[in-house]
Structure formats: C-alpha cells, structure tokens
C-alpha cells in the first residue's frame, strides 16, 4: 500500500504524493469527511462523478417486470 507523508511547509501542513500518483494539475480543491481527505482536480471538479455514474449505469440493469398499475389488486381505503 502506498502511503504519503505530512510534513511542515512554513505555517502549513503539506502532503508529500507518491511517484505513482504524479499528476500535471497544479491546484486541487481539498473537501475533508471525518478524517478522510479528498483531492478534486480544480479544472473539472465533476469529472468523478460523472466516471462513477457511467460505472454505475453499467451495472444496473433497468429492466423489471413491472406490472401495469390497472393489473394491481384494488386497496382497501381505512
């Protein structure tokens, strides 16, 4: 597993990025959930979500065997 190290930069804190995760974006937007922090490219703060939604539309398959609403049994009104 990779890791990456936090370190002092002046008043800040950094974060040092593995070799294999080099990346040419120079600015990302920081959002943090817990203790969990995520890094959005700046550029294209959707481009995520739109890969997860064509990865989940793949695996869902939209057809159901629906009944017709007349097909439905009437209910009783209390």
Known sequence: MLTA?????GNSQAIRIPK???TMEK???IRKSGNCFFLI???DP???LRQCIGQVAEDIS???D???LNDLPEREMI
């Open 27 to 29: 600015e990302f937007i």
């Open 20 to 22: 294999e995760y080099q």
């Open 62 to 64: 939209f057809d159901r």
């Open 5 to 9: 190290k936090v370190f002092q930069s």
């Open 46 to 48: 959707w481009a995520l």
């Open 66 to 68: 629906q009944p017709a």
């Open 41 to 43: 490219p700046k550029g």
